[in-house]
């Protein structure tokens, strides 16, 4: 009898729908006797046989939402009227109690509330609430009964897409706070590897697309954009939460429209695209809600309007030192861009070198809109932070290390700075209190401040094992969303401690950033101080040397018409006669050389015929002179004579 069941299994996100049975007959075996299986039958004595006949229930998990109580206390000095009787005439008053007295119920009402005033009485007269009662006990013993706090997690998001994608960045809604969107960029297509999609039967776009979730509804997102390059990071704009702004790894930057799910519905052309990914991007303040920055790891800042995405409003190159003609090999890469809208003008910019660049949105000229920059870190700047309460100081995540800068204290030191053994990738401000902020660390840990508390050390730390991308506060700040790398969104609520600031805690705060912003100022002055003392002996220094050089070519004029002072100024000046007696050995030293040297020429073979003709006629002429001589005297001929005249002739042999 047991045999006609079916089980039927389904997924925890189907639970809910209404199931769908039909009824029809169908033979699904027939076996018939069998006398030989008969034969073989053995009755089994003692026999055992188990069986399941019991209800089967469905395990869920979930997390309820709290209720929150809160007492409040009044002085009752006129006893509650209806409105429509007015307290201030007697005769109504009257009329009304004694309506009330002759109902049966009365009497009970009126025993009920002296119970209850009784025992509240009695509660009050047994406690001094003007008494301290602890103030006798040791640390140790405060410390262990305290309340700890405690951040519980409301839900966790996962990607619907497997493997899990990177989460780059997580962003409140600005007029839901009950909604917020999950940016993912697709490591994996960078790397080229295959992607499959989950098993859920409802499209949410490919691989490089990016959510807005529900905080009550982990299972489903509401809205999915897509792309078909992959988003390097995206960004609500706070003043119309219709615009969304992001862009690629191609250096594209594109709009959507959050009403509407799939591709942008503009996008940039390459050829005005950067030459790098699009790192960091931020809104600005303008009439019509569609002007933003974008910056990119080539150095390059271009200023967008949503209307006509062909060609940005104005470039800039991050430079240290601004050019009117500048270099694209000198600029640093820009890695966070951050924009508050109360100071209208200005821009904060983080740099790859671990610079912090100040910039003017009304600048015409690159000196006029990189105002400065100040090196505050070793490694790139991960995040730039602003806090809610005091919007000149700022925390900035980079390398080891979290420090509170303000604009005012320029690049001087701070002694509010944080230091980890492990790198931090990001942090934020709360925007509940004003002394608490969080930073999280590749490692998965994040670690709640309280600068009153102290300014070291963490007073809670959370372990999520996998790297924290972004740490973003609601606007309320009672919800804390963390993203992780592994792809997962993780929102926590705080406890009462955490997102409710004392009375005194704002004025604590502020008198310790002015404190430190005077001390940064008077370090600064003195630091100008002893530039100011080195730039004065330098000059003196100079001013000494120019003099003495006017003083020695004074005393080098000479008078043209007396020789002798220019013999007595070379005796009397040793270093003169020194270099006289230099110059002298260098001579004597070429000409000792010279006469040394032997010089071989080289001869045409013309030159070399007729040096061996001039050889050896001298040699002729030697060989003449040396044998004895022989003179000959012949008689002229008649002829000949007449032709020579009185000319003799005479061999010499």
Not at 77 to 102: L, S
Not at 246 to 263: E, P, Q
Not at 427 to 446: E, M, N, P
Not at 537 to 542: A, D, N, V
């Amino acid at each position: 009898m047991y045999q006609n069941q079916f089980i039927y299994s389904r997924e925890r996100r189907r639970f809910g729908r209404q199931c769908l049975f039909g009824d029809h007959n169908e033979l699904m075996v027939s076996v018939h006797p069998s006398g030989r299986l008969r034969l073989k039958y053995i009755m089994g004595n003692p026999s055992s046989r188990t069986t399941q006949l019991s209800d089967q229930f469905a395990l869920s998990v979930m997390t309820t939402e709290n209720v929150t109580h809160e007492q409040h206390g009044m002085y009752h000095y006129e006893g509650g009227w209806p409105k429509e009787v007015n307290i201030n005439d007697e005769e109504q008053t009257q009329r009304h109690r004694k309506k009330v007295e002759r109902d049966d119920t009365w009497g009970e009402q009126i025993t009920q509330l002296i119970r209850t005033v009784m025992a509240v009485g009695e509660q009050n007269n047994a406690i001094n609430i003007y008494q301290d009662y602890f103030a006798d006990l040791t640390v140790d013993i405060a410390n262990a009964n305290r309340f700890k706090y405690v951040a519980r997690g409301v839900n966790v998001f996962h990607d619907i897409w497997h493997p899990s994608r990177h989460l780059t960045n997580i962003e409140w809604m600005p007029n839901n706070d009950r909604q917020f969107m999950v940016q993912f960029t697709n490591l994996f297509r960078l790397h080229r590897k295959k992607k499959r999609q989950s098993t859920d039967d409802y499209s949410m776009g490919s691989s490089n697309s990016f959510y807005i979730w529900d905080v009550k509804n982990p299972l489903q997102p509401k809205l999915h954009y897509d792309c078909l390059d992959v988003v390097s990071r995206a960004k609500i704009c706070p003043k119309d939460e219709n615009n969304l702004a992001g862009g690629n790894y191609s250096g594209k930057v594109c709009i959507w429209a959050t009403h509407a799910t799939g591709l942008p519905i503009r996008s940039c052309p390459l050829e005005a695209a950067h030459r790098e990914k699009t790192s960091a991007l931020c809104w600005v303040h303008s009439k019509s809600n569609t002007e933003f920055y974008s910056g990119s790891l080539d150095g390059a800042i271009k200023y967008w309007d949503t209307r006509d995405l062909k060609m940005p409003v104005h470039e800039l190159l991050l430079e240290t030192e601004p050019q009117d003609r500048q270099d694209r090999q000198k600029s640093h890469g820009v890695t966070f861009l951050e924009f508050e809208y109360t100071i209208p003008v200005r821009f904060i910019i983080g740099s790859d070198m671990g610079c912090v660049f100040v910039g003017n949105r009304k600048g015409m000229t690159p000196a006029e809109t990189l105002l400065g920059n100040y090196q505050l870190f070793a490694g790139p700047i991960r995040s730039i932070n602003r806090n809610p309460f005091f919007v000149k100081n700022f925390l900035i995540v980079g390398d080891w290390r979290a420090r509170i800068w303000s604009e005012e204290s320029k690049d001087g030191p701070s002694t509010m700075y944080i230091k980890k053994d492990t790198q931090l990738t990001c942090g934020a401000w709360s925007t509940a209190r004003c002394s608490l902020f969080v930073t999280g660390d590749k490692l998965g840990v994040v670690d709640f401040y309280d600068l009153l508390l102290h300014q070291r050390k963490p007073f809670y730390s959370i372990n999520f094992h996998s790297m924290i991308t972004d740490l973003v506060f609601r606007s309320d700040g009672e919800l804390l969303a963390i993203g992780l790398a592994n792809g997962d969104c993780h929102v926590l609520t705080l406890n009462e401690a955490m997102k409710t600031a004392t009375g005194k805690e704002k004025a604590l705060i502020a008198s310790m950033f002015e404190r430190e912003i005077s001390r940064s100022k008077i370090l600064e002055a003195r630091v100008e101080e002893m530039k100011l003392k080195r730039r004065t002996r330098l000059l003196l220094e100079e001013e000494r040397i120019r003099l003495e050089q006017d003083q020695h070519e004074s005393e080098l004029e000479l008078d043209p018409d007396n020789p002798d002072q220019f013999v007595e100024m070379i005796k009397g000046d040793p270093e003169f006669r020194a270099a006289i007696a230099d110059v002298q050995n260098t001579m004597l030293q070429g000409e000792h050389k010279r006469s040394k040297r032997h010089i071989t020429m080289q001869r045409t073979v013309f030159e070399q015929m007729y040096l061996d003709k001039l050889r050896r006629e001298s040699l002729a002429e030697e060989a003449r002179r040396a044998s004895p001589t022989r003179v000959s005297v012949d008689k002229p001929s008649k002829d000949k004579g007449k032709s020579n005249g009185r000319r003799n002739s005479k061999s010499i042999k």
